[in-house]
Structures are given as structure tokens and as C-alpha cells.
């Protein structure tokens, strides 16, 4: 007999749907759902209007954990004043998601963190973001295309260290990735190891050495797996090690 799959949650967002009146939503983008089942896991979407209390009950039954995209991350948790240039703020899902990662760091439950997730992963463990690439980063590239070009549309290669756990679950050291966001990680956190990076030096990739999987991405492989093998290979590996810590639980 085989072992259960291992339960994956994914933090949700709040959403405004435009009509009359106004519909609200807690919900998350199909495309992480149908990658967590496509590399054998089953999701569970956790909404982030629970106290602490109840998050970290919530949490105590999943045995992986997702940080999806979103909106950015308040400034004041980066030791920032803020410019004005921040978009689609919400407390809740800050206050949520750090502490979500900073439960999984310590108790070394497997996470992958995404696009805003890598930003919230490295603001919780102490480091900082730019605000906006295209205001503060003059020499760079441009990485927000999002509405610009298909969520699927490559926007540049990225430089993996071979000896990560991101190579190691990718299997793959120069992957093309795709590019739909305006912030990034400006100073790493520390005991924060940086595995990826853009052709101008972005950072694009950490993971905490020594966990099991603690590791984020700035781009968007949910919407690639279907596309390219070494991105669902990703989201196999974080499955595996969900599965992994589901097994040593139950013996």
C-alpha cells in the first residue's frame, strides 16, 4: 500500500471582484493548485483572516507549505518609510506569511516560496526588498511583464548554483523563467543563501541551508510546469520532502 499523499497548504489573498455590488474572494490562482496535484500532493488552500492561533493550527496539519505571488509586502517590516511606490498592501496576509515562514524555518517544515513569497521569506528572516526595480535600479532589467506578455513568455535565463537544493530539485542550472514583478531582494537575509540570480545580478533564488527544503524563487513556475519538466521537477521536490516529514511523523 502506498503512502498518502502529503498535504500542501497554499496561502490565499483577498480579492475585489468589479461588479455591483462589489463581490470579495479568498481564493488563489488555479495554476498553483494543478501544480501541487501534478507533482503529487494535495492542496489546501488557507486563508489568512485566521488569528495566529488558528494559522498555526492549520499549519501543524499540512505537511509542506506554499508562499504564492501577490501584492507587496508593507515597507515598515523592512525597516523601510516607504516611497509611495508599494502596490496592493494588505496586513493580514503580511502578518500571516511571516509568520507561516518563520514556523517553517524553525520547525523545519518544507516551503517553497514564490515571486512575493521569496520577498516575504526574506523580509521574515531579516532582509530587505527594493520597492520598485525600474525607480531604484536604474542599471537593470526590466522584470515586471506582467499584462505585457503572456504568463508563460520567458523572459530571461537565471543562473543557479549547482551545488542548491534548487539545482538539485530543478535539475537544471540555466533555466529561461519567466518575469512578473516590480520588487525584489535588495539585502539578503542572514543565514540566507542566495542560489540564483538574473543576467543583471538580481537575485532570484535563496534557501535556508541545512533545512530540509526552505527555498524561494522569484519567478512563477506554476505557470510553466506543464511547459517545461524541470519546473515541475520543483514542485516534485518540495512534495518530496513533504512526504518525507509525513513519514517520519506517523512512525
Not at 68 to 85: F, I, K, R, S, W
Not at 157 to 172: H, N, W
Not at 230 to 249: D, I, P, T
Amino acid at each position: 500500500m502506498s503512502s498518502p499523499k502529503p498535504l500542501i497548504g497554499c496561502t490565499t489573498y483577498w480579492k475585489e471582484v468589479p461588479q455591483t455590488p462589489p463581490l470579495e474572494i479568498i481564493g488563489l490562482m488555479p495554476s498553483y493548485i494543478e501544480a501541487v496535484k501534478a507533482a503529487g500532493g494535495i492542496p489546501v488552500l488557507i486563508p489568512l483572516t485566521l488569528s495566529d492561533e488558528d494559522l498555526l493550527t492549520v499549519f501543524a496539519r499540512v505537511d509542506g507549505l506554499i508562499l504564492p505571488g501577490g501584492g507587496d509586502v508593507e515597507p515598515a517590516l523592512y525597516q523601510e518609510e516607504g516611497t509611495g511606490l508599494s502596490k496592493r498592501i494588505n496586513p493580514q496576509r503580511d502578518r500571516g506569511e511571516i509568520l507561516l515562514t518563520r514556523t517553517a524555518v524553525t520547525q523545519n517544515k518544507p516551503l517553497l516560496a514564490i515571486c512575493r513569497g521569496i520577498q516575504v521569506m526574506n523580509v521574515a528572516l531579516g532582509g530587505t526588498l527594493w520597492e520598485d526595480l525600474d525607480t531604484q535600479r536604474f542599471d537593470g532589467l526590466h522584470h515586471d511583464w506582467h499584462g505585457r506578455q503572456p504568463r508563460t513568455h520567458l523572459a530571461h535565463a537565471v543562473q543557479i548554483d549547482p551545488d542548491s537544493r534548487l539545482a538539485q530539485s530543478m535539475g537544471v542550472t540555466r533555466p529561461g523563467v519567466n518575469s512578473l514583478h516590480h520588487q525584489g531582494i535588495r539585502d539578503v537575509a542572514p543565514k540566507v543563501a542566495i542560489t540564483a540570480t538574473a543576467p543583471d545580478g538580481l537575485v532570484e533564488g535563496i534557501e535556508v541551508p541545512g533545512h530540509p527544503f526552505a527555498v524561494g524563487v522569484q519567478w512563477h513556475p506554476e505557470n510553466l510546469v506543464f511547459n517545461d519538466p524541470h519546473m515541475l521537477a520543483l514542485f516534485e521536490g518540495l512534495v518530496k520532502a513533504s512526504k518525507q516529514l509525513a513519514m517520519n511523523g506517523n512512525q
